[in-house]
């Protein structure tokens, strides 16, 4: 099988002389220099040995390393996942109806497992016979003619159909049956997406700036560098299972503006924009991720690359991981996991023997990001830096859309704009570049009653993942209790500013509640009269931006329908919210 290589080229970049020593900050991407790398003081070579190898173009793991692996290794062990798209496997399995697929460990491990690197998730528990797609969506940009497709996929699955904008800039849609897979495959070829390599053991949807390209205050555009990472890891679409045999799923982001939208605390691989030696390029932070047992935030590798070593330095990661990483115990794969065992600076080491020319450089202390930066609010009508030009933010109230809504935001999008939209991670909308003079004509259009700029202040912070609706990992509904329960919070309180709310359906955090200001993680729960009822973990505390740590648990196990006196506490009490009685009388 021939390998995938690419040579990457830096978009043109602002002049290194504008960033002077003064505004340059550091964001935690460059250790202290004073302080030792912490870690074992030495590693047995044998565990320096990797535990996977090719064969026939695939990566396996090796027997005498496969005692103590986990089930789902064992699915990868007994068929290659791969095969499925890259050898055509997913014709044939659509063709078996699914009660017959059922019948075979080896046919029923496809569907639950196997398709997840086709980016296909059965919902056997709630929605059985059904899967939910998730699209690769590199810096969340997309086209009017993309949405539209995806907009004929699920309508024609009614009330089954729908899709949700993901907290990593992308596209999931819900409703798919198998036997309309491979059709659907071609479609997306065709309007240049796929959803290769978008589940289980597999990079994720690499992030980027929101408003790269556009933005007046934006350090890099990070397009290119999502599209190529994006490239790289799906081999063009084509399928790369170089790096599709991981021991856990791994997430990265590029950060191109000061408000660090990308989240790079809790990116396995963060690329923090810096200069060194009058060069652009990026300094490296790694292993931040959320799990059910354990969550980190990633800390610096003390390297920095140029920008052209974007895709070799992830390269030489992804496989440092793939070969080395733990493989048993499900909660104790993330690529963390592996660095506290080796250290960062022997973590660092097998980066460094995996780049092309076997060296990594230190990190610069020239972070280009400034720490004191407030953060800004996307949402609305905005200035782009080409003149004459202004993007506007939509807010998706928890990201959920429907067929019609799709359409609706691509005509958008061709009419005001140039046909294209982009997804954020707060599961919201920007449509870019529309001329100022049509501004006034969007602005009453009939959907922005639903897909509102200025939504209230609370809303503008809500996410929420799928839920129990859909999902069948979740304990509890999600997003329609939280947009109840954030509409009654409002009735009782005001507030001057926003607070972001996420709610998460189970312990994997698919919203991510701890960078949350306040999070809600579903469990069960005992109400007052020890009914066993819907209620939620309150986490307290996590932010984003130059400040960035995570929230920790307040409260456990509250009940669902306890939790609007507990919000309005939590909002007078820690964010400035003003009950509306005590707020009427004082007028």
């Known amino acids: 099988m021939a390998s995938f290589s690419i040579k990457f080229l830096a978009p043109s970049l602002p002049n290194p002389t504008r960033f002077s020593k003064s505004t340059i900050v550091k964001l935690n991407a460059t250790p202290p220099q004073t302080v030792a790398a912490v870690g074992p003081p030495e590693v047995a070579a044998e565990r320096l040995e ?3 190898e090719e064969k026939d173009g695939y990566w396996i793991q090796k027997e005498q390393f496969r005692q103590g692996i986990n089930p789902q290794e064992k699915v990868k062990i007994e068929k290659e996942p791969m095969k499925l798209f890259m050898e055509n496997g997913i014709e044939e399995l659509a063709k078996i109806p699914i009660e017959e697929i059922d019948q075979s460990k080896l046919t029923k491990d496809d569907i639950d497992v196997r398709l997840k690197w086709l980016g296909l998730f059965h919902r056997r528990k709630n929605q059985y016979g059904r899967f939910m797609m998730r699209l690769k969506l590199p810096n969340g940009v997309t086209t009017s003619a993309q949405t539209r497709y995806l907009a004929s996929v699920i309508r024609k699955y009614g009330e089954e159909g ?12 819900r409703g798919v049956v198998l036997p309309d897979v ?14 290769l390599q978008s589940g289980m053991d597999n990079v994720r949807n690499p992030v980027g700036n929101p408003l790269a390209g556009i933005d007046p205050e934006e350090i890099v555009d990070t397009r290119p560098y999502t599209n190529l990472l994006s490239q790289f890891i799906t081999g063009n679409s084509r399928g790369n299972p170089a790096v599709s045999n991981l021991p856990r799923k791994w997430n990265p982001c590029v950060v191109g503006s000061h408000d660090l939208y990308e989240h790079p605390h809790i990116n396995d691989l963060a690329y923090m924009p810096a200069i060194k030696d009058g060069r652009f390029g990026f300094n490296l932070l790694v292993g931040g991720f959320f799990s059910a047992k354990r969550c980190d935030e990633a800390i610096p590798l003390d390297a920095w690359v140029p920008a052209d070593d974007v895709v070799p330095v992830c390269k030489a990661i992804l496989e440092a991981f793939r070969d080395l990483g733990f493989r048993g115990n499900r909660q104790k794969c993330r690529m963390m996991w592996l660095i506290d065992e080796l250290g960062v600076e022997g ?7 995996r780049m092309p020319q076997q060296e990594l450089e230190r990190a610069s202390p020239e972070d280009l990001v400034q720490k004191q930066w407030e953060r800004r609010d996307y949402l609305g009508v905005h200035p782009q830096k080409q003149e004459g030009y202004s993007f506007i933010g939509l807010h998706i109230p928890v990201g959920r859309v429907q067929a019609d809504d799709m359409d609706d935001l ?9 046909g294209e939209l982009r997804l954020t991670v707060e599961q919201n909308i920007i449509i870019p570049n529309i001329e100022n003079s049509k501004i006034e004509a969007l602005l009453k259009e009939p959907i922005l009653s639903k897909f509102s700029p200025d939504p209230p202040i609370l809303m503008k912070g809500l996410v929420a993942c799928t839920g129990n609706q859909f999902c069948g990992q979740a304990i509890i ?6 947009l109840k329960i954030t509409e009654e919070v409002q009735r009782q309180v005001s507030l001057t500013r926003p607070v972001r709310m996420h709610w998460t359906g189970c312990p994997n955090t698919c919203a991510q509640v701890q960078v949350a200001d ?8 005992r109400d007052k009269d020890k009914k066993t009822v819907e209620g939620a973990d309150v986490f307290l505390g996590g932010r984003i931006g130059s400040d960035s740590h995570l929230g920790e648990v307040y409260k456990k196990a509250v009940p669902c329908d306890e939790l609007v006196p507990l919000i309005v506490d939590l909002l007078v009490n820690n964010f400035g919210a003003v009950p509306r009685e005590r707020e009427e009388t004082e007028d």
């Open 410 to 418: 691509a005509r958008l999008a061709d009419e005001y704009g140039s």
């Open 182 to 195: 491979p059709e659907i495959l071609k479609g997306l070829e065709e309007v240049g997406l796929t959803s």
């Open 477 to 482: 509904e999600t997003k329609a209790r939280s």
């Open 50 to 52: 990797p535990r996977v």
């Open 162 to 173: 729908c899709a949700d904008i993901t907290t990593r800039q992308n596209w999931q849609i």
């Open 347 to 353: 973590f660092r080491a097998e980066v460094e023997k």
């Open 518 to 525: 306040i999070g809600f993680m579903g469990c069960l729960t």
